[in-house]
């Protein structure tokens, strides 16, 4: 709004100068840019971003499977972390040896982490590919939906952050240009400037 009042203070005032104008009317470009392209560019950004999430989550949904792993024996807990955060997750987690059988009935035996209190024959879930390999689990609508949240949001930050740059380069342009029509104007001027017998 102040974009505005400025824009049309400055139309009819006497004392206007070209790069005020400019100036005025970049300002308001760049209001209309962010307030249009920015939420623009954060939609399609999104949308584009939830639509190849999707895709991908799909694919994992088709290769990965959940197989039951039986604990064979629990592994000693790795030497004690200073670290209060990594200590907690590494309290909520066993290392135990575990095997499974693949969605291709093949036999694997392997480290993997498990909850605290987990004992030996206890089974837990896992997912694998189509040979048994471990893999991680696929990705959730929500998290899909999350991710293509964030990257809209970023990208219509992003544009806003492009216009409000340009639009200050602008301006600094501008100042340049005020401030070399001021060195001019007062050389004009001449070493008479204020003096009382001055023809002025």
């Known amino acids: 709004m102040r974009m505005i009042k400025g824009l049309w203070r400055w139309r009819q005032n ?8 400019a100036e005025a009317y970049a300002a308001l470009v760049a209001a209309v840019l962010i307030l249009l392209a920015a939420p623009a560019a954060g939609w399609a950004a999104g949308s584009l971003a ?11 949904r088709a290769e990965r499977h959940v197989v039951a792993a039986t604990v064979v024996k629990v592994l000693p807990q790795p030497p ?24 291709d009935g093949s036999s694997h035996q392997g480290t993997l982490g498990a909850r605290a209190g987990t004992d030996p024959g206890e089974r837990f879930r896992i997912w694998t590919d189509d040979q048994g390999g471990l893999r991680a689990r696929p990705l959730d609508p929500a998290t899909t939906a999350t991710h293509a949240v964030l990257a809209g949001i970023g990208a219509g ?9 340009a639009r200050r380069l602008v301006v600094w342009r501008l100042m340049r240009r005020r401030y070399a029509q001021w060195d001019i104007a007062w050389q004009r001027a001449g070493q008479d400037w204020g003096r009382a ?4």
């Open 14 to 21: 006497s004392l206007r100068r070209k790069t005020d104008l």
């Open 50 to 60: 939830h639509g190849a999430l999707e895709r991908t989550a799909q694919e994992q």
């Open 80 to 103: 004690i972390d200073s670290d209060p955060e990594t200590a907690s997750a590494r309290d909520a987690q066993r290392r135990v040896l575990a095997r499974w059988t693949g969605p």
């Open 157 to 165: 930050l992003a544009t806003a952050g492009l216009v409000d740059g």
């Open 197 to 200: 017998d001055a023809d002025s």
